[in-house]
Every structure is written in C-alpha cells, then in structure tokens.
C-alpha cells in the first residue's frame, strides 16, 4: 500500500507527465546490495580493530573521551581537507557514542520526516 507522500509524489509527477506510471520500488533485497557501502564498512571495521589496540573494547565503559566533539572536529577536517579517512573517523565516533553515550536522555525512537530538525535536508 502506497504512503500518503508517496501518493502524493506520484500525483505530482502525474500532473508534470500525464504519460508517467507510479514509480515502482526496488525490492528490498536489491536496496540491501545497493544502498551501502562495502568500501566504507571495512575501512570502519579496519580502523576500529586498530582503536582496540589504542583505546581499548568498543564495548568497555567510562572511556573518558567526549565523542561527539571528536566527531565536529573531524568533520570540520574533512571539510576543510575533503580526506574522506575524516569521515570513517566520524561515523566510528558517532557508532562509539551510540554504544557509550553518557547523554543523560539517551534513548532510541525512530522519528518520520515531519519530527526530523533535519527535514530541510533535499534527501
């Protein structure tokens, strides 16, 4: 069954394109090869096995580093430098966060588009 939005989207493109047909989606086990990256996973993998050795288990707590400040710095890095090594350091620091956040509201709830501050984000 077709979402709201999606409907939505579709209309549009009807109006702009009488000829289009509804969008199909790909199945689910083509996105699963599709919308990831191999490449960056094992230079993430890579690059933690290496932090055991420096930093300890990703799973040991009280580790006394803030995280998410990391994160911002080497984010700026890859900014101002465009190494993409800065951006696996930025999605390990935020896997870190994720499993020894202090955050004292820590949760998980999924949020749909309306809830995201991100929202005006074009994807």
Excluded at 46 to 71: E, F, Q
Aim: with cysteine; charged share 30%.
């Amino acid at each position: 069954m077709q979402s709201g939005q999606d409907f939505l989207k579709d209309a549009w493109r009807r109006m702009a394109n009488p000829k289009t047909t509804s969008v199909s989606k790909p199945a689910l086990s083509k996105l699963r090869k599709t919308e990831w990256s191999k490449r960056f996973e094992h230079l993430m993998r890579n690059r933690l096995l290496v932090g055991y050795y420096r930093y300890g288990l990703l799973h040991t707590k009280n580790k006394p580093h803030d995280w998410i400040s990391r994160a911002k710095m080497q984010l700026d890095k890859y900014v101002e430098t465009g190494n993409t090594e800065c951006l696996v350091d930025v999605a390990n620091f935020m896997m870190t966060e994720f499993v020894q956040g202090h955050h004292p509201n820590k949760h998980f709830r999924a949020m749909d588009r309306a809830e995201d501050t991100s929202k005006d984000a074009n994807f």
